[in-house]
């Protein structure tokens, strides 16, 4: 799972919404990178914000057998992100969440730890919402 590595490319211990919505930024010919350059909102942008975000998240500084993260916990902000895709794939009677599920899901419910929300990433040469 690419959230995950990214979970131990930033050394934390939980994975969270800022972890799933990078894995989601950074897929090169992903869905939601395409979504973004159709707002007119650089992917650059947000994958910048989100690692801003990161860098200031908690880190494991001693970890055990000389290696990465041993145990990984969910957080209650993710757990919401991922009910509301499970929630939105029975809805569309999906078999499977994707990321049509989980891009609205997090938009729609995340909250950055820093505070702010992933709405406020689109920010981009003075405008206030994506594509205005």
Not at 29 to 34: D, I, L, R, T
């Amino acid at each position: 799972m690419r959230a995950y590595e990214i979970l131990q490319r930033y050394q934390h211990t939980q994975v969270d919404t800022e972890h799933l919505f990078l894995a989601l930024v950074e897929q090169a010919n992903g869905m939601v990178p395409q979504i973004l350059d159709r707002l007119a909102v650089p992917p650059s942008v947000v994958a910048a914000k989100l690692d801003e975000v990161l860098q200031t998240a908690p880190r494991l500084t001693n970890a055990p057998y000389g290696g990465g993260v041993s145990q990984v916990f969910i957080t209650p902000r993710l757990k919401r992100v991922t009910d509301t895709a499970n929630e939105e794939a029975s809805r569309m009677k999906d078999e499977f969440v994707s990321t049509e599920h989980l891009f609205p899901g997090h938009l729609g419910r995340a909250q950055y730890a820093d505070g702010s929300h992933p709405e406020r990433t689109w920010y981009h040469q003075g405008q206030d919402q994506p594509g205005g």
